[in-house]
């Protein structure tokens, strides 16, 4: 079964800075898709970047990008110039049609951005 | 611009209560899904549905059933509410048969106490 690790519960950045949130994966699939998605507090999830694995790229959104390394599975998200409503639960997701179908998510990240 | 709604934002119960959370979507998606958040946990998929009347457990189905009578409306039903239900339940959608489509739109969630 695909499983998705987010090995950091919390971590914490100054405004303006960068941060890198992990994010790990297995599968024995080739071809997939991965996600970062946040959770601002009190507010609905919204997606922040989608990475298809077939793609070499690395996507980028604004001041988010992915660092994408599909031989490690390895799947970790920059968030650069860091502003305060980057604050969040941060949650990493995989999905595959050759798989489960299902969006599997890892247990999430809480960012918090200090002035 | 809303896209999916969640007819309750707080809910508390008594043990043993039938609880419906309800979900509504108005982007014509054909896959909508339940999910339950904890913290420590991530989210876990309770049911999800590809199409009116059909539904699919999810990995943690018991203690649940849903409805799905219309396209855009997806209903989370606790028969006997107990206390380890208490918990946040996410409702989202997404189009289904393209590609790397499940790009999940969330609701707000609801969170429900049970006492």
């Known amino acids: 079964a695909q499983t998705v690790t987010q090995s950091q519960p919390e971590m914490s950045v100054q405004e303006a800075e960068t941060v890198t949130l992990s994010c790990t994966y297995d599968t024995s699939e080739s071809d997939y898709y991965l996600f970062w998605y946040k959770q601002p507090p009190s507010r609905q999830m919204i997606l922040v970047i989608r990475?298809?694995?077939?793609?070499?790229q690395n996507a980028t959104e604004n001041r988010f990008s992915v660092n994408f390394q599909k031989a490690a599975k390895s799947f970790s998200l920059k968030i650069s110039d860091s502003q305060l409503g980057d604050a969040a639960m941060y949650f990493c997701?995989?999905?595959?049609?050759?798989?489960?179908?299902?969006?599997?998510f890892g247990k999430g990240m809480k960012l918090t951005v200090n002035p | 611009d809303v896209k999916v709604t969640q007819s309750s934002r707080y809910l508390v119960k008594r043990t043993g209560e039938k609880v419906f959370l309800e979900c509504v979507q108005d982007?014509?998606?054909?896959?909508m899904f339940w999910y339950r958040q904890d913290p420590g946990l991530g989210l876990r998929l309770i049911y999800f549905s590809y199409d009116v009347k059909m539904k699919e457990k999810g990995d943690i189905p018991e203690g649940y059933s849903v409805s799905r009578e219309k396209k855009e409306r997806f209903s989370l039903i606790l028969e006997s509410a107990s206390t380890n239900q208490t918990s946040m339940y996410l409702c989202a959608s997404s189009w289904r048969g393209l590609p790397g489509a499940n790009v999940l739109t969330f609701g707000a969630g609801s969170r429900l106490t049970v006492l």
């Open positions: 982007m014509d998606h054909e896959n």
């Open positions: 990475q298809e694995a077939y793609k070499q």
């Open positions: 997701a995989y999905f595959s049609q050759g798989g489960s179908e299902k969006l599997v």
